[in-house]
């Protein structure tokens, strides 16, 4: 007979490893495997990305180009022009995984993501206000983004706190907060000149063209300071999961660990926002994929960070070479794929009973 755990899941799919500092730490075998095989998948994609060009390069000689080994002109290639662009992809990707698992876990709803509770309208705002009011540079209208993302995380925060921020009105609240923000990107793009205005598209598009060390490093810095954070806090945020009344009884500080992880979910959404510009529906399809994928009902933190990262990598490849000649946007293409898979997720959650 096998037994099982509160969360649902054969206690033979766990394993408990005791670290010799006395903590112990239990590991899903299920969801161990999903990460690696993700990482491997997110890894070959970036490789073979990297070979994809106008000057192609095997994997084997991007491989080895990687490790010091390339002639002079694929050093330049593949470190100058190829590598920034895929090492942004990948933090991204993985940033807007890890938001959106926060949102959905924080929210307990699988529409509780960015895309739809109006930061990445909140952030696109931001940057439009440095375009079109001050013609800004590019390290401007990121820094436009990021602030625009933060405060609208801030209000919506403010809005939906009545003794606690909880599911449903936290995702009624950024939805009218997305519409009206929405609405003031499009008075922004009015009074914008021809020249502004359409730099401005192109940025609300969402790209990784031209992509270079310059937003590497934020981003980096970044996920290495907020990622162990919120793992840090991943068993108060496990433990929210069953209510407030049961997180207190159990000693998590609920309010503190839930503004702390909207904190960080907001920075990772504007941080990726303003590298990539609104890279639409990664955030909301990473964790529900990664949640299928390893058959747990937690909030699947790690596993939607790879998740995230190998979406955008795939759909950046795609838009490079999928459509021929014609390269696309790679948020033309996450635009596309999010648009049906959030229709499949509304039609299952009605057939559910869920909405």
């Not at 440095?130 to 590019?138: E, N, Q, T």
């Not at 907060?177 to 003031?184: E, G, K, L, N, R």
């Given at each position: 007979m096998t037994t099982r755990t509160t969360?649902?899941?054969?206690?033979?799919?766990l394993r408990s490893v005791r670290t010799p500092g006395g903590l112990s730490v239990r590991l899903d075998a299920r969801a161990l495997t999903v990460v690696v095989l993700l990482l491997v998948a997110a890894l070959a994609a970036s490789v073979v990305l990297i070979g994809t060009g106008d000057f192609p390069i095997p994997a084997v000689d991007v491989l080895k180009t990687l490790v010091g080994n390339g002639s002079a002109s694929?050093?330049?290639?593949?470190?100058?022009l190829r590598l920034p662009r895929v090492l942004v992809g990948l933090?991204?990707?993985?940033?807007?995984?890890?938001?959106?698992?926060?949102?959905?876990?924080?929210s307990r709803n699988p529409l509780g993501s960015p895309d739809v509770l109006g930061l990445g309208q909140g952030s696109t705002a931001g940057a439009l206000v440095?375009?079109?009011?001050?013609?800004?540079?590019?390290n401007q209208?990121?820094?436009?983004?990021?602030?625009?993302?933060l405060v609208t995380g801030f209000v919506i925060y403010l809005l939906a706190w009545k003794r606690g921020v909880h599911g449903y009105?936290?995702?009624?609240?950024?939805?009218?907060?997305?519409?009206?923000?929405?609405?003031?990107?499009?008075?922004?793009?009015?009074?914008?000149?021809?020249?502004?205005?359409?730099?401005?598209?192109?940025w609300m598009t969402g790209s990784l063209n031209g992509r270079d060390w310059d937003q590497v490093w934020p981003l980096l810095v970044m996920c290495a300071v907020l990622v162990p954070l919120v793992l840090g806090n991943a068993r108060g945020l496990r433990m929210m999961e069953m209510g407030d009344d049961v997180s207190y009884a159990l000693g998590v500080r609920v309010e503190r660990t839930r503004l702390l992880l909207m904190l960080a979910a907001v920075l990772l959404t504007a941080g990726a926002t303003a590298a990539?510009?609104?890279?639409?529906?990664?955030?909301?399809?990473?964790?529900?994929?990664?949640?299928?994928?390893?058959?747990?009902p937690g909030p699947n933190l790690v596993p939607s960070m790879c998740m995230g990262a190998t979406l955008l990598i795939v759909a950046d490849w795609a838009s490079q070479r999928a459509f021929g000649a014609d390269q696309l946007p790679v948020g033309v293409?996450?635009?596309?794929?999010?648009?049906?898979?959030?229709?499949?997720?509304?039609?299952?959650?009605?057939k559910a009973g869920r909405m």
């Open positions: 969360t649902g899941k054969p206690t033979s799919a694929q050093e330049f290639i593949v470190n100058d933090l991204v990707g993985a940033s807007l995984g890890l938001g959106g698992a926060l949102f959905q876990s924080i440095m375009i079109v009011l001050f013609s800004g540079s590019a209208v990121a820094l436009g983004a990021l602030v625009g993302g009105r936290l995702v009624l609240v950024g939805i009218g907060v997305s519409a009206i923000v929405t609405a003031v990107n499009g008075y922004l793009l009015t009074k914008a000149d021809i020249v502004d205005a359409a730099r401005a598209v192109v990539a510009g609104p890279v639409g529906f990664v955030a909301l399809t990473a964790p529900q994929l990664a949640r299928r994928l390893t058959r747990s293409v996450t635009g596309v794929l999010g648009g049906v898979y959030l229709l499949w997720l509304l039609v299952t959650e009605r």
